[in-house]
């Protein structure tokens, strides 16, 4: 609209022009080199419009010619600009999909293209390490990091390139440089903390910790620190135990179920003459995650106490979380080292039905402490031996007797307080049983009449005599079927399989051995 308005007030002026200069008619006479001219005015300013009109036209071609080599310069650089892009285009769709020979290809036809272009060095790098090329792809990453708008993208292709050559001080640098450039970075950021943890610098890890405080989302943020906090403050325990004590009490605030910040809290607040507060802080880490290690720092919360003493604090413990098994343990450890063996059956008699390791352990200690027993010694440790595990740190399948800040694979928190492979295991069979042949007369197992043999009927021998009995095969859990094979269509066997039923074997020996390989 404004364009309309401008053009017609353009026009306006023109016309107005031309109509203010007919009406004033007037001669103009120009005498130059013996001529002389004589025109209106009106055919003088239509001779002037026209030649700066010729002029500017001149001017135009002049300038064109002049301009032309860079205009030639221009279109061929645009050119290759759009070839170098499509190449570009088919070497990384050729990269998802698989396809080496044309990624290569791709990315020689973008490098010759568009030399130092940024998906052109990607692309070179990335087929590079799609061939196993390890060194061009170092070169091309190494490249990208000598320009501001890739560096971090060549650091993150340097780094993942040493990580592959196990050139661990190769990454580290990577990842360092990376952190400084940009610590919003994740990978850099967890990389640094991951390398910090590892050589024990808890105090560079922490720093780490703090930039990438942004990237983290704030219960993740308070949960490394606290482990980092915990962490330092039991490598400063025997160096300087106040900033040792406060680090752990900063970290407990952070994660009030971290256990060992707890028990080390609570045992250097006892230590340094704080029995009140350590009671506090150790209670309160117990109703949130029950655990030997916070019972065994409260047991010792007051330097002296008699053994009698001991035992009505972890009997106070206990109570917090009632029908817990490690205040039973805990209480019936106490009771054992005051000679209360009766309080200390009645702590177990719960969990003696089918005892961990632990209860079964103990059990076998108190009957050794209170009748000396060998025998029942002997039961309960046989039955310890039988029995399911207890929780222990574990982390990547490492079981420590002690909780350790980074896991072997260098992981910071990963161990965790678990039965150690408690997600594996089969209950069931796959196979069925054979069933015994029809000439073998099977003889029924005798009934017994008598409990005096009570350990006969458990859980486990009733599971055991169940599987391998010779008179009631044990149901498939997967039917076997055999497959027919397609003799056409005309046969009528297109119909879907049928279980096998289980028979007596054949006693043809050829028969048997055919029955092996279905």
């Not at 309160?284 to 019972?295: C, E, G, L, Q, R």
Request: some cysteine.
């Amino acid at each position: 609209m404004i364009r309309i308005v401008l053009f017609l007030a353009s026009v306006t002026v023109i016309a107005a022009g031309f109509a203010w200069i007919a009406d004033r008619p007037g001669e103009v006479a120009i005498t130059w080199l013996g001529y002389r001219v004589e025109t209106s005015v009106m055919v003088a300013a239509f001779a002037i419009a026209v030649l700066v009109l010729i002029i500017t036209l001149l001017w135009s071609i002049v300038r064109s010619i002049l301009r032309s080599p860079e205009q030639v310069s221009l279109f061929f650089r645009h050119r290759r600009a759009v070839k170098g892009y499509l190449a570009v285009s088919r070497g990384l769709i050729a990269i998802g999909s698989g396809d080496m020979q044309l990624a290569r290809k791709s990315a020689d036809e973008a490098a010759r293209l568009s030399p130092g272009d940024p998906l052109a060095l990607l692309l070179t790098a990335q087929s590079a390490q799609m061939a196993g090329d390890r060194t061009t792809a170092e070169r091309a990453f190494r490249e990208m990091t000598r320009r501001n708008e890739t560096k971090l993208l060549g650091l993150r292709g340097l780094y993942i390139e040493a990580h592959r050559r196990n050139d661990g001080a190769a990454a580290r640098q990577a990842a360092e440089e990376a952190a400084r450039i940009s610590p919003a970075v994740a990978w850099a950021g967890q990389a640094v903390l991951d390398y910090r943890c590892t050589a024990g610098d808890w105090a560079g890890a922490i720093e780490a910790l703090d930039q990438m405080k942004p990237s983290l989302e704030k219960s993740d943020y308070r949960r490394k620190r606290a482990v980092l906090l915990i962490a330092r403050a039991q490598a400063l325990e025997d160096i300087d135990r106040d900033t040792s004590r406060k680090l752990a009490l900063e970290s407990i605030k952070l994660a009030p179920d971290l256990v060992p910040a707890a028990a080390l809290a609570g045992r250097q607040l006892a230590e340094s003459g704080e029995p009140r507060k350590a009671r506090k802080v150790l209670e309160a880490a117990w109703t949130i995650n029950p655990h030997p290690d916070i019972a065994e720092s409260y047991a010792n919360v007051r330097l002296g106490d008699s053994a009698r003493e001991r035992l009505a604090r972890m009997q106070k413990l206990a109570s917090k979380v009632p029908g817990q098994l490690e205040g039973a343990l805990a209480v019936a450890r106490a009771a054992l080292d005051a000679r209360e063996f009766p309080t200390a059956r009645g702590a177990l008699t719960p969990y003696l039905s089918a005892p961990t390791r632990r209860v079964a352990t103990l059990m076998a200690e108190i009957e050794e402490s209170e009748h000396g027993d060998e025998g029942r010694v002997r039961e309960w440790m046989a039955r310890a031996m039988r029995a399911s595990g207890d929780p222990v740190w574990t982390a990547n399948g490492v079981v420590s007797e002690r909780w350790l800040p980074v896991s072997p694979n260098g992981r910071l928190d990963g161990f965790e307080w678990k039965v150690p492979l408690a997600e594996i295991g089969v209950t069931h069979p796959v196979i069925e049983v054979t069933t015994p042949p029809v000439d073998t007369p099977a003889v029924p197992e005798p009934q017994p009449t008598a409990p005096e043999n009570k350990r006969a009927d458990s859980p486990r021998k009733r599971l055991k005599s169940s599987m391998f009995s010779k008179t009631a095969p044990v149901k498939p859990v997967i039917p076997l079927v055999h497959a027919p094979d397609d003799p056409g269509l005309d046969s009528g066997l297109d119909r879907d399989p049928v279980p096998e039923t289980s028979g007596p074997p054949a006693n043809d020996a050829w028969q048997r051995l055919r029955q092996l390989f279905r």
